[in-house]
């Protein structure tokens, strides 16, 4: 399973864009990227997942260059309730262990 | 369509006790993954199963742990012994069926052996 870099902690306010890069550089051809999101006291939330390209849904999107080597979750207009721990990861999910590191903690402020 | 449920949610055990972890994946799921996390650290993974087979306990302690997926009923995450750096939070995934394979997470059983 590649390696994954992102930010320990990233602050923004209430209405702003968030964007959340995460660096995968020995991503191999078989990999997807995939995004949790953690509260405290709770399990991780599905939020995203993408190969290449651009992904969208009603929560967020991911942009992955075509290299692929990196990608970035972007959260639109971020409120209160999006504080909280976001987890890249980087593997073949056919039913594969997840590797977690320590994740990105997003404070968002009004 | 619930989703994965995991009881109980808060256990209290004293040193060498048993703890009994219940995991019930998503309805149509075949799939389950047990992760246990430590406070201000990401989850481990402990252990894959699907239904009467272990598929991968990479991840899990050589000693006192075990666990089941049976035919019939939750997967069960066995602890004997417990010590106090047993303490943590563990978590239940699942997967498989129409959804492909997304891991969806439990809410956790929180663990705190006195």
């Known amino acids: 399973l590649a390696k994954t870099t992102q930010p320990i902690s990233m602050d923004s306010y209430e209405g702003q864009e968030v964007n959340i890069t995460c660096s995968h550089n020995n991503i191999a051809t078989n990999d997807y990227i995939t995004w949790y999101q953690q509260f405290p006291s709770q399990g991780p939330r599905f939020i995203i997942q993408g190969y290449k390209t651009k992904v969208t849904n009603e929560v967020a999107s991911l942009f992955i260059p075509a290299d692929r080597k990196s990608s970035t979750l972007s959260l639109p207009r971020v409120s209160l309730s999006d504080t909280a721990v976001y987890y890249c990861l980087v593997g073949d999910v056919a039913g594969t262990a997840l590797i977690f590191g320590k994740g990105t903690t997003l404070s968002v402020s009004s | 369509n619930a989703g994965v449920m995991q009881n109980p949610r808060h256990l209290v055990r004293r040193r060498g006790q048993e703890a009994r972890l219940r995991c019930s994946p998503m309805?149509?799921?075949?799939?389950v993954y047990w992760y246990r996390q430590l406070p201000e650290e990401g989850l481990k993974f402990m252990v894959y199963l699907q239904k009467e087979n272990i598929i991968d306990e990479s991840g899990m302690p050589k000693e006192r742990f075990s666990a089941e997926f049976p035919k019939e009923g939750p997967s069960i995450l066995r602890i004997q012994q417990v010590v106090r750096g047993d303490s943590a939070a563990y978590f239940c995934a699942s997967s498989g069926g129409g959804d492909g394979e997304t891991q969806y997470f439990g809410p956790g059983t929180r663990l705190l052996v006195l």
């Open positions: 309805k149509g799921h075949s799939h």
